[in-house]
Each structure stands twice: as C-alpha cells, then as structure tokens.
C-alpha cells in the first residue's frame, strides 16, 4: 500500500497507469480508494482536468489523461513532464526601462 501511495506521474500518464496497474494487481482494495490514490499519484495539472469530469474508475482517468496529453503536447526538452522550466534571455538588446532620457523614442514635430 505505501508504495501505491509513494508512485508519482513523471513521464506521462501511460507510464504512469502500467506502474499503477501492477501496483494494483497485487491489493485489494475497493475501486474507490484505488481511484482516490490514482488521483493522488497525478501531476497536479493532470489531476486537475481530470477531476473536472469526475471519473469513476481509474481506467476513465487514463482515457481523460490521454486527452489531456494529447491537447497539451509535451515541450521539447530531456524530460518535459518533470516540470522544469527554461527561460530565454536576450543580452544584446536593452529594454525600454535601461535607455537614457536622450536615447528614448522621440516625438514626430508636426
């Protein structure tokens, strides 16, 4: 049981429910608590959407996974279900905020 408890989504939801699933097939416990610890495991956005359509078994939560996945392409990096994020920096421009009052923009004369 601790270790249905301890399993986490790191890298999609199909890896996530064949982990779960072989978890499960050596418990028993009621497709209530299951569905609850299912829930649990998920990455918060995942579980989130999810939980929008009240699902009743766990198999119903792969299936509005998938969807999820699927209308929220994962990004190019090692791992994008990590939740990492990358931010770009562009160091040759200077930003509106960094110019002299001299340098700014200047008004057309009419």
């Known amino acids: ?3 249905l408890k301890e399993l986490k989504e790191t890298d999609g939801i199909e890896d996530y429910h064949k982990k779960f699933e072989l978890i499960r097939a050596r418990l028993r416990m009621s497709e209530e608590y299951l569905l609850s610890a299912y829930l649990a495991g998920l990455r ?7 939980r929008m359509f ?4 766990t198999r119903q939560c ?4 998938r969807l999820y996945e699927m ?11 990590s939740g ?3 931010s770009f920096v562009n160091n040759n421009q200077k930003g509106l905020l960094s110019q002299k009052k ?4 200047k ?3 009419t």
């Open 62 to 65: 792969l299936v509005l996974g």
């Open 1 to 3: 049981m601790a270790e």
């Open 107 to 109: 008004p057309k004369e």
């Open 44 to 50: 918060l956005d995942t579980r989130m959407h999810i």
């Open 84 to 86: 990492q994020k990358q």
């Open 54 to 57: 009240q699902p009743q078994t």
């Open 71 to 81: 209308a929220h392409p994962k990004k190019a990096t090692n791992n994008a279900w």
């Open 102 to 105: 001299d340098e700014g923009v």
